[in-house]
């Protein structure tokens, strides 16, 4: 599998090529776009599912169908790029990540939730593989880290407000204008669309999600990110449920995604000069330390720090992982990079809010995210490896 550099040499820095392009920008519209209305309802949605009489189990089904849709569209999606191209898939991905939403506006029953986030789940994965794909084709090799910390401010600032205002929203103003606004956002993005490059070349041999599967320099940092995600979606599903103060949680839920867009960028500008395989282990440390901290459910200072200390290694994790699975593929294997990365991400992330439903109804939020983090611990021996990886780049 061909290998490419993403290191720069500080002396070679004023002969870097322009990171910020018309093409990127405009992508940058259909990504802001669908971060909003995937991130607005992404707390809300498990919420309104409980108030509205589906049970204890309610919040977990709602995640874990949004995240199975997910990724079952995620693993469809490069074949749909190749047949048909970025725009009209992206296009389609943005439709029903939006429109869906404005069913929850007119019934709250369990089947209607179900459905809703399955297909909204198709949708978001759809928009997220094409329009992955299509960025990391835009931005130079040179400067990948950078320029996916670029694109984790752009996501990453619906994530900061979306988290917190969808539950604030829903509960103070009412859900319906929560179902509008996630509808709307990604609903209006899609003018952006055709204006986009459709297709890009691609260098290299093919990498299809075959031989991305039987890679282990793709698998292991895919791996160690999906430790990470599954405490992700178990924090943003149910830290409203096991925190009895709503004003913690909705300041846990802005701080979390805060440090991890700032993270990001911070990993993204290390990884571009010295390399991205150093900060995984860190990464993954610090995110079962944040979890480590949620367990003490009844102190506020505890919850804020374990969501801060939980993002920031999220954030490093997240553009580290991305950035060394780039560098392992040619040109040509960057839709499967994306694939196998959102798969990691939202499997992991359906899995987790699954299973910590289950076990929180027998243990208890407290011991419920202690064993989150002793599960992630599995991750430490792909994260060692890569540690010291020649290959990360």
Same mark, same amino acid.
């Given at each position: 599998m061909?290998?490419?550099?993403?290191?720069?040499?500080?002396? +070679?820095?004023?002969?870097?090529p322009?990171l910020?392009?018309r *093409?990127?920008?405009?992508?940058?519209?259909s990504?802001?776009g669908s971060?909003v209305g995937f991130?607005?309802?992404?707390? +809300?949605?498990?919420?309104y *599912?409980?108030e509205s009489?589906?049970?204890?189990?309610?919040?977990?089904? +709602?995640?874990g169908a949004?995240?199975?849709?997910?990724v079952?569209?995620?693993?469809a999606?490069?074949?749909?790029?190749?047949?048909?191209?970025? &725009?009209?898939?992206?296009?389609?991905?943005?439709?029903?990540?939006?429109?869906p939403?404005l069913?929850?506006?007119?019934t709250g029953s369990?089947?209607a939730v179900?459905?809703?986030c399955?297909?909204?789940?198709?949708?978001?994965a759809?928009?997220l593989?094409?329009g992955g794909?299509?960025t990391?084709?835009?931005?130079?090799a040179?400067?990948?880290g950078?320029?996916?910390?670029?694109?984790?401010?752009?996501?990453g600032?619906?994530?900061?407000?979306g988290l917190?205002?969808?539950?604030?929203?829903?509960?103070h103003?009412?859900?319906?204008?929560?179902?509008?606004?996630g509808?709307?956002?990604?609903?209006?993005a899609?003018?952006s669309?055709?204006?986009?490059p459709?297709?890009?070349?691609?260098?290299?041999?093919?990498?299809?999600?075959?031989e991305?599967?039987?890679?282990?320099?793709?698998? &292991?940092p =895919?791996?160690?990110?999906? =430790?990470?995600a599954?405490?992700?979606?178990?924090?943003? @599903?149910?830290l409203p449920?096991a925190?009895?103060?709503?004003?913690?949680?909705?300041?846990a839920?802005?701080?979390?995604?805060g440090?991890?867009?700032l993270?990001?960028?911070?990993?993204?500008r290390?990884g571009? &000069?010295?390399?991205s395989?150093?900060?995984?282990?860190?990464?993954?440390?610090?995110?079962g330390?944040?979890?480590?901290?949620?367990?003490? @459910?009844?102190?506020?200072?505890?919850?804020?720090?374990g969501?801060?200390v939980f993002?920031?290694?999220?954030?490093?994790?997240?553009?580290? @992982?991305?950035?060394?699975m780039?560098?392992?593929?040619?040109a040509?294997?960057?839709?499967?990079v @994306?694939?196998?990365?959102?798969? *990691? /991400?939202?499997? +992991?992330?359906?899995v987790?809010?699954? *299973?910590?439903g289950?076990?929180?109804?027998r243990?208890? /939020?407290?011991?419920?995210?202690?064993?989150?983090?002793?599960v992630?611990l599995?991750a430490?021996?792909?994260?060692?490896?890569d540690?010291?990886?020649a290959?990360?780049?």
């Open positions: 061909t290998t490419t550099s993403n290191s720069t040499s500080p002396e +070679a820095g004023s002969d870097r322009p910020v392009t *093409a990127l920008l405009l992508r940058f519209v990504l802001f971060s991130n607005l309802l992404l707390s +809300a949605v498990p919420l *599912a409980q009489g589906g049970g204890e189990h309610a919040a977990g089904l +709602a995640t949004l995240m199975l849709a997910t079952v569209g995620e693993l999606t490069p074949a749909l790029t190749a047949r048909y191209g970025y &725009r009209p898939v992206l296009a389609a991905g943005l439709v029903l990540l939006g429109a939403a069913v929850l506006a007119a369990m089947a179900v459905a809703v399955l297909l909204r789940g198709i949708g978001f759809i928009a593989v094409a794909a299509l990391a084709s835009l931005i130079p040179e400067r990948r950078e320029g996916l910390a670029l694109v984790g401010v752009v996501s600032v619906p994530s900061v407000c917190p205002l969808g539950v604030w929203l829903g509960q103003v009412g859900w319906g204008w929560v179902f509008a606004i509808a709307v956002a990604p609903l209006a899609v003018a669309v055709p204006a986009l459709d297709r890009t070349a691609a260098a290299g041999p093919a990498v299809g999600l075959r991305g599967l039987r890679s282990a320099a793709l698998l &292991r =895919a791996t160690v990110f999906g =430790a990470t599954l405490a992700a979606g178990v924090i943003v @599903t149910f449920l925190v009895p103060s709503g004003g913690t949680v909705a300041v839920l802005l701080v979390q995604p440090a991890a867009t993270a990001r960028w911070v990993a993204g290390h571009d &000069r010295r390399g395989a150093g900060l995984v282990l860190p990464a993954l440390l610090a995110s330390a944040g979890v480590l901290l949620l367990t003490w @459910t009844d102190s506020a200072v505890a919850v804020v720090a969501a801060a993002g920031v290694g999220f954030g490093i994790a997240q553009n580290a @992982t991305l950035a060394l780039y560098t392992r593929v040619p040509s294997g960057y839709g499967t @994306t694939a196998l990365w959102n798969v *990691a /991400y939202d499997g +992991a992330m359906g987790g809010a699954v *299973a910590f289950a076990v929180a109804g243990t208890g /939020y407290p011991w419920a995210f202690a064993l989150t983090a002793a992630m599995a430490l021996a792909p994260a060692r490896w540690r010291g990886s290959a990360a780049g």
